[in-house]
């Protein structure tokens, strides 16, 4: 299907800490990622250099043979890449409906015209399971419906590439498994390549095509999940011997 996203060799420090390490990887365009490993282990720093809001300090972020290693965040998500936050980061006090409508707006699909906007934020609310909430305030969700929400404004921008950052922390396994079902969707129906870091192993080993590791910046293993829920290397950095997958 051919790469979507290559991260060449990417590091950066913060001072004398080292968060990324020449790490390297790649998308295939319509590929279910998983990104793990113990936390302080980069996950969220590569998320932020990919999405523009920390430059590396080497190596090139690649996105559909465009390098977009030094671009600003706004340049970024016009071009194709949405990301999600590990804490929601809702605009709380408008509604469901103007949150998503904004994403609509800077995406890129640029819906300038207000009900442009939102004729599009209701078609993205509705494919994320949150019609009827339209005029909600953001404030007033439970936090299965303000993941859902992150995940909508993403989607709202129209993205190639999808980075999910623990959009199932803090969930019941019931809301678990409905966030499954609708990252799934998101690549089967919209056709989105998605990068996600996650905490919760058995979703991770449920969605993903196949799995990166990261540990101390650098990248420690990629495989299929049977493949890290084997690595030694993984299982001691990370994982622990209850997911060994018989």
Do not use: C, W
């Not at 090139?60 to 194709?80: E, Y």
């Not at 015209?113 to 994320?128: H, M, P, T």
């Amino acid at each position: 299907m051919g790469l979507i996203l290559r991260i060449e060799d990417v590091s950066k420090s913060f001072g004398s800490l080292k968060a990324l390490d020449s790490v390297t990887m790649e998308l295939e365009k319509g590929a279910i990622v998983g990104l793990i490993g113990p936390n302080g282990s980069g996950k969220t720093t590569l998320f932020n250099v990919i999405a523009g809001v920390f430059h590396a300090d080497s190596g090139r972020v690649i996105l559909a043979g465009q390098d977009i290693t030094h671009d600003s965040p706004d340049k970024i998500v016009k071009k194709g890449v949405a990301r999600t936050f590990q804490i929601p980061k809702p605009f709380a006090s408008l509604s469901v409906l103007q949150n998503v409508a904004i994403g609509a707006t800077y995406g890129r699909g640029a819906y300038g015209d207000r009900l442009r906007a939102e004729s599009k934020a209701r078609e993205v609310l509705s494919f994320a399971g949150l019609s009827g909430r339209e005029e909600t305030q953001a404030n007033d969700l439970t936090l299965a419906e303000l993941r859902r929400l992150e995940m909508a404004r993403a989607l709202a921008t129209e993205p190639s590439v999808l980075l999910l950052d623990e959009v199932m922390a803090g969930l019941n396994p019931s809301e678990v498994g409905k966030a499954i079902e609708l990252i799934q969707k998101t690549r089967s129906e919209l056709g989105i390549t998605i990068l996600v870091v996650e905490h919760v192993m058995q979703a991770i080993m449920t969605l993903s095509d196949s799995v990166i590791v990261l540990n101390y910046g650098r990248r420690i293993a990629q495989g299929t999940p049977s493949e890290i829920a084997h690595n030694r290397s993984v299982i001691e950095a990370y994982l622990g011997e209850e997911y060994v997958v018989s």
